[in-house]
């Protein structure tokens, strides 16, 4: 089972809201990274979890909030968002390994819309 | 951080002919990942390289690593409809778990 499933798939939420978005995976992979992703550019790195600990924060916003309750798990927190924050946000997961790199499965994303 | 550009930032092509896009990076890589993410997809892993001049094949996809380690393509023989979608090279920091995209080339077919 290589698969990572994210949730909401659709999400349309107003800046005063708080909603999450979650992300599940069962293939034992130990990192786990959130990647937020504009039209017709490259996903960008938001946050990576290694063994539930957050390892990566690139400088976002405190409006999102990421949280890795267990392995398997990760979840995004968001509260306050601006209109520019509406993206692809996708979810990933790897082994987190010290070698020379290694495959990153990615989930199909929960599109974001904030009115 | 790294940064790695790509060529072509688009590409129309005739059903059938051949298409290549190249990933060029200013500093020394330790790998290189090619990901497919078809219109309103996400990110799939096509595959990785890791050890210089490495030339991979995947059917009709030919994928190579630079001599230096600081280049790679993707070449598509013959493109066919399926083919459609955004390409992107992408490099991991050796003892990072970070994954760094290049900029993508984006592929439309024409039947």
């Known amino acids: 089972d290589t698969e990572v499933t994210q949730t909401p798939k659709h999400l349309v939420m107003g800046m005063t809201n708080k909603k999450s978005l979650k992300c599940e995976q069962h293939?034992?992979?130990?990192?786990m990274y959130w990647y937020k992703q504009k039209a017709k550019k490259p996903p960008e790195l938001m946050f990576v979890y290694s063994y539930e600990k957050l390892s990566i924060n690139e400088s976002v916003p405190s409006r999102f909030s990421p949280e890795c309750p267990n392995s398997s798990l990760l979840n995004l927190h968001l509260h306050a968002l601006q209109p520019e924050d509406s993206a692809l946000y996708l979810c990933?997961?790897?082994?987190?390994?010290?070698?020379?790199?290694?495959?990153?499965?990615f989930g199909e994303g929960s599109w974001l819309t904030v009115v | 951080g790294q940064q790695v550009m790509q060529i072509p930032q688009y590409q129309h092509v005739q059903e059938g002919e051949d298409f290549t896009t190249y990933c060029n990076s200013s500093?020394?890589?330790?790998?290189i990942q090619w990901y497919k993410q078809r219109p309103g997809g996400h990110p799939v892993f096509l595959i990785q390289l890791v050890k210089s001049g490495e030339v991979k094949k995947q059917k009709r996809l030919t994928f190579q690593f630079g001599e230096a380690k600081k280049n790679s393509s993707l070449h598509i023989t013959a493109t066919q409809t399926t083919d459609v979608g955004t390409y992107f090279c992408?490099?991991?920091?050796?003892?990072?778990?970070?994954?760094?995209f290049g900029t993508g080339t984006r592929l439309t077919i024409i039947p």
């Open positions: 293939m034992g992979h130990r990192a």
């Open positions: 500093t020394t890589l330790s790998n």
């Open positions: 990933a997961s790897s082994t987190p390994d010290r070698s020379s790199g290694n495959t990153i499965y």
């Open positions: 992408a490099t991991r920091d050796f003892g990072n778990e970070k994954l760094t």
